[in-house]
């Protein structure tokens, strides 16, 4: 190693390397401070926490889910968006957290132990552990129809309370859709386009509220309804969005549209890092090991860019990753949740090993990485029935769908006719 190397490394080296100031890298870098880890936390913009940077004025953040500790020298619990960025703003200076602003990562090279991490800047930071958590939010997903970059289409919603008098329409069904199509109400006309049936992406307390905007009339739904194509028209409303409906091909004039998509990794980044993907799909998240460490070895992901989208399970991430680097065991914060729920399943089998089973009995599982499963297991329950024991019959209701793990099914059709 030459001595110029030596002398740019003198006060540039870091036994952690932090990419990313949402929840999960926050959380790491709070955890490397309290330590005494020499880190450095690299953030793209002005300010720590875009994601939640760019929710709207107001928003109220939730701590889901309820059951799952949080593991972080960070705070966080239910509030505002400015209570919630105003605590860590505060908690960043009490920790001492060594963070960058500014500093647009755009590569990452080397290998376990001496990775090189270069800037839009041009400066150069060796980091021996490598923690990336961007997210998503620079992959906004759009409309994907003509016009879909048109003044007066936007992808994002700061402040409901800038427009008034106007007819909007919000496309999409999940969290943000929801929350923006119900602060917008209060002082315009809101058309709320799904393209599904029904509400699936949403927390229950969303799903509660915009299922009672509807019915109470303050907030118009279209099901079953995708964009074709938007023009802009002029005069006093200015938008004709042509939409494709159940009953055939529909027009909606209005003054905005506001698309709340969600977003897609940013592939083409992450993949320059040398992170492999399991497929070619855009929706697809990096295979992590049980620690988040990636293909590349050192090189560790958490948060949404995982397959993580809840702050709490991020932050406890940022905290668990960081006990890896140094070589510490660390049991998941949901460990004993997952270890309660598969009791009932098993009193031999490890976590691990149940996890093991589930994921190779069952083919749609097969597509989604360890963490996700875990996540998915922890809404889910695990039934043991007895034999001949009945679970669903005709006319019953359930939001849920069942898989076999083991076992064998039956399934009475018309006439007592069974198919296994």
């Given at each position: 190693m030459s001595s110029q190397f030596d002398q740019r490394t003198e006060f540039r080296w870091y036994k952690v390397g932090i990419i990313g100031s949402g929840p999960a890298g926050l959380s790491a870098a709070a955890h490397a401070a309290e330590l005494g880890v020499p880190h450095v936390l690299l953030e793209s913009e002005s300010h720590a926490s875009n994601t939640i940077y760019k929710y709207q004025k107001g928003k109220h953040v939730m701590a889901e889910p309820g059951i799952l500790p949080l593991r972080s020298p960070m705070s966080f619990e239910a509030g505002t968006r400015e209570e919630i960025l105003g605590k860590w703003d505060e908690e960043l200076d009490k920790h001492k957290v060594n963070i960058q602003y500014g500093q647009e990562v755009t590569s990452i090279q080397g290998q376990d132990g001496a990775f090189e991490v270069r800037t839009k800047k041009g400066d150069v930071f060796f980091c021996r552990k490598i923690i990336l958590g961007i997210g998503l939010q620079g992959n906004i997903r759009k409309l994907g129809v003509a016009g879909?970059?048109?003044?007066?289409?936007?992808?994002?919603?700061?402040?409901?309370?800038?427009?008034?008098?106007?007819?909007?329409?919000?496309?999409?069904?999940?969290?943000?859709?929801i929350e923006n199509a119900i602060a917008l109400a209060e002082q315009n006309r809101v058309i709320l386009v799904n393209r599904n049936e029904e509400f699936t992406r949403c927390k229950e307390g969303n799903l509660t509220?915009?299922?009672?905007?509807?019915?109470?009339?303050?907030?118009?739904?279209?099901?079953?309804?995708?964009?074709?194509?938007?023009?802009?028209?002029?005069g006093e409303v200015p938008l004709r969005?042509?939409?494709?409906?159940?009953?055939?091909?529909?027009?909606?004039?209005?003054?905005?549209?506001?698309?709340?998509?969600?977003?897609?990794?940013?592939?083409?980044?992450?993949?320059?890092?040398?992170?492999?993907?399991?497929s070619s799909d855009p929706n697809s998240v990096p295979q992590l090991s049980d620690t988040y460490e990636s293909n590349v070895k050192g090189?560790?992901?958490?948060?949404?860019?995982?397959?993580?989208?809840?702050?709490?399970?991020?932050?406890?991430?940022?905290?668990?990753?960081?006990?890896?680097?140094?070589?510490?065991?660390?049991?998941?914060?949901?460990?004993?949740?997952?270890?309660?729920?598969?009791?009932?399943f098993s009193r031999t089998k490890t976590v691990a090993q149940v996890l093991d089973?589930?994921?190779?009995?069952?083919?749609?599982?097969?597509?989604?990485?360890?963490?996700?499963?875990?996540?998915?297991?922890?809404?889910?329950?695990?039934?043991?029935?007895?034999?001949?024991?009945?679970?669903?019959?005709?006319?019953?209701?359930?939001?849920?769908?069942?898989?076999?793990?083991?076992?064998?099914?039956?399934?009475?059709?018309?006439?007592?006719?069974?198919?296994?």
């Open positions: 879909e970059d048109l003044d007066g289409v936007q992808y994002q919603l700061d402040d409901p309370k800038e427009y008034s008098d106007e007819t909007i329409v919000v496309v999409g069904a999940g969290d943000a859709a509220n915009i299922l009672a905007a509807i019915k109470e009339g303050r907030v118009e739904i279209r099901y079953g309804t995708s964009a074709a194509k938007v023009e802009k028209v002029g969005f042509s939409v494709k409906t159940p009953d055939g091909p529909d027009v909606i004039e209005c003054h905005r549209i506001i698309g709340r998509l969600g977003a897609t990794p940013p592939r083409k980044l992450v993949e320059s890092f040398g992170v492999k993907f399991p090189l560790y992901i958490v948060g949404a860019l995982g397959g993580y989208p809840l702050i709490k399970q991020a932050m406890n991430q940022g905290y668990e990753v960081v006990e890896t680097c140094l070589g510490r065991q660390v049991e998941p914060a949901a460990e004993p949740l997952l270890a309660k729920k598969f009791a009932g089973l589930i994921q190779a009995s069952v083919p749609l599982l097969q597509g989604i990485n360890r963490l996700q499963l875990r996540e998915f297991m922890l809404d889910s329950e695990l039934h043991s029935p007895r034999a001949g024991e009945v679970i669903f019959q005709r006319n019953d209701y359930t939001n849920s769908f069942y898989m076999v793990v083991g076992g064998q099914v039956l399934v009475e059709g018309d006439g007592g006719k069974q198919f296994p």
